[in-house]
């Protein structure tokens, strides 16, 4: 049956051919009032919704179909998580779509109040040349604290290093080997870390919690001349108190990218021209559209096909420190899962997933489920989670075993899958992730899998591929990359291909006769 999805934001065209490409129906609601969208909810089977979009327990009693609701970005607070779990309903995000973007846009905040570059420019454009006006200060040297050491923070982290920078933080859910790997000396408390800092940036989630955590106290807890920064959410600084110390001088410049109310063309700050405003430009790059875009449609496909959501906030949920570590390479092995059960064209009695390099020691329970939700039959069987995956294992006499090496090769890492002795193995390439197999049935190679493959292993000798070409060219169908592996002990080679156009049963026929062939698999992903 097809799926119906409700988009409530622009998504960019990827992720939208994404969701048709499985069989989804895709409508538009942009920006709907809070009765239209209850109005329209009702047959919907899938949610994606803009961050001004509030899902509440109003209108998920409305939802009677909906079974996901995906944030095409990292925060999810415009979402009643609670209500959604009563109901069954998972939440999931895109949570590492964005972090390069809102890190890099964090470190222009910080550059740009360091230097007063904004008014600097604004002098320039009026025509005036006041360079005595706008003396700055280094970074090198100087003591950042990082509020929120997750995903952004630990990138702000490594980036503020780059530039020489002493850096403290405070945050209760990081742990004392995160905070030694990022070089972040951890405090507890708040104090020690306002007296301290030159600068300050924030990167926690609005909660009732962190809302106002930054008021007029804690402003006269820090060092004269400071400079704060928040591209994480409106509403952590209490804007009105902080307007009175950046009047009094006592902060020296302040950087916000968010705000509590959205759009925001007025607040206290505006007066101030070393008050940086921008308007929540950290996601807006067009990498991270694309990243939030085709990820959220990923993770909506998996879940309507009940599949492992990984980046579901709720109903089990990864810990953040697991998904930073192997949640890139979920996709990677969800394919080599759906690869390996075309080859076996069965259900496997033996599975081993052995993870190299960087992600040796990370934990493997994820990718496993990954393998299995990818398809190690041809019919599903089971609703796998990192939490589930070895008791649904088990009920179907899947015996699983992991592994990890630290040597992954000549790549950073990999993840190698063997079932019933059908090997792949694949790694990942670019800040896209893009999943690229490096082996398979123990023959190298490197490509990076089309939605439709085929796998040819025969006894090399020379014109067989001029023979491939001319068939599937007969046959309409384009060979659009192509890899060969070779076993020089036995004389065999390993060709993959992807191709496009139809290449159906009677073209493979053709293929095994007029080749001598030890093995022909078309592949489907």
């Known amino acids: 049956m097809t799926k119906k999805i409700l988009v409530t934001e622009d998504l960019v065209q990827e992720g939208i051919d994404l969701l048709r490409e499985h069989g989804c129906t895709v409508d538009f609601l942009i920006d709907p009032t809070a009765d239209e969208l209850a109005g329209a909810i009702a047959p919907y089977d899938g949610l994606i919704v803009h961050p001004n979009t509030v899902v509440d327990a109003a209108l998920l009693a409305a939802a009677e179909n909906l079974k996901i609701i995906g944030r095409a970005g990292v925060t999810v607070d415009n979402i009643d998580i609670d209500a959604a779990s009563e109901r069954g309903i998972i939440v999931c995000n895109a949570p590492n779509s964005n972090v390069i973007s809102a890190a890099e846009h964090t470190m222009a905040l910080l550059l740009s109040a360091a230097r007063r570059i904004p008014e600097a420019s604004a002098s320039m454009h009026a025509g005036q040349w006041r360079r005595a006006d706008f003396m700055g200060s280094e970074l090198y040297g100087k003591t950042l604290a990082i509020f929120g050491l997750g995903r952004v923070g630990g990138l702000v982290a490594e980036r503020a290093a780059a530039f020489g920078m002493s850096l403290i933080g405070h945050d209760?859910?990081?742990?004392p080997?995160?905070?030694?790997?990022?070089?972040?000396?951890?405090?507890?408390?708040l104090a020690p870390v306002l007296a301290q800092a030159d600068f300050i940036t924030v990167h926690l989630p609005r909660t009732v919690g962190t809302r106002g955590m930054f008021g007029a106290d804690e402003f006269a807890a820090m060092k004269d001349g400071v400079?704060?920064?928040n591209a994480a959410r409106g509403g952590i600084f209490d804007v009105a108190a902080l307007a009175d110390f950046v009047a009094a001088g006592k902060v020296a410049a302040v950087a916000l990218d968010s705000f509590e109310e959205e759009p925001c063309t007025a607040s206290p700050l505006h007066e101030f021209p070393n008050a940086i405003l921008t308007p929540h430009l950290s996601p807006m790059t067009h990498?991270?559209?694309?990243?939030?875009?085709?990820q959220i449609a990923e993770a909506v496909v998996a879940g309507l096909a009940g599949g492992m959501v990984a980046t579901a906030v709720n109903l089990s949920p990864l810990p953040p420190e697991v998904l930073d570590a192997v949640g890139p390479y979920v996709p990677a092995c969800r394919m080599m899962g759906t690869m390996v059960s075309q080859i076996l064209g069965r259900t496997p009695k033996s599975l081993k997933v052995e993870l190299a390099g960087a992600i040796c020691d990370a934990d493997p329970a994820p990718l496993v489920a990954a393998v299995l939700d990818g398809g190690l039959s041809y019919r599903r069987i089971g609703s796998f989670t990192a939490a589930?995956?070895?008791?649904?294992a088990a009920r179907h006499g899947i015996a699983l075993t992991t592994s990890a090496v630290r040597d992954a090769q000549e790549y950073a890492s990999s993840v190698r899958l063997t079932a019933d002795g059908i090997e792949v193995g694949a790694t990942l390439f670019g800040t896209e992730h893009t999943p690229r197999i490096i082996s398979l049935l123990d023959y190298k190679i490197d490509i990076a899998p089309a939605r439709c493959s085929l796998v040819f292993e025969y006894v090399d000798a020379p014109g067989r591929i001029g023979t491939i070409g001319t068939i599937l060219g007969e046959a309409g169908a384009n060979i659009t990359t192509m890899q060969i592996g070779t076993k020089p002990e036995d004389s065999c080679a390993l060709v993959y291909m992807n191709v496009e156009g139809d290449v159906d049963g009677a073209v493979l026929d053709r293929l095994r006769e007029a080749i001598d062939l030890r093995n022909l698999w078309k592949i489907i992903l």
């Open 287 to 294: 990498e991270a559209q694309r990243r939030a875009s085709t």
């Open 388 to 392: 589930n995956a070895d008791a649904v």
């Open 177 to 189: 080997e995160r905070a030694l790997h990022l070089g972040v000396t951890l405090y507890d408390d």
């Open 172 to 175: 209760p859910y990081c742990s």
């Open 227 to 229: 400079v704060l920064v």
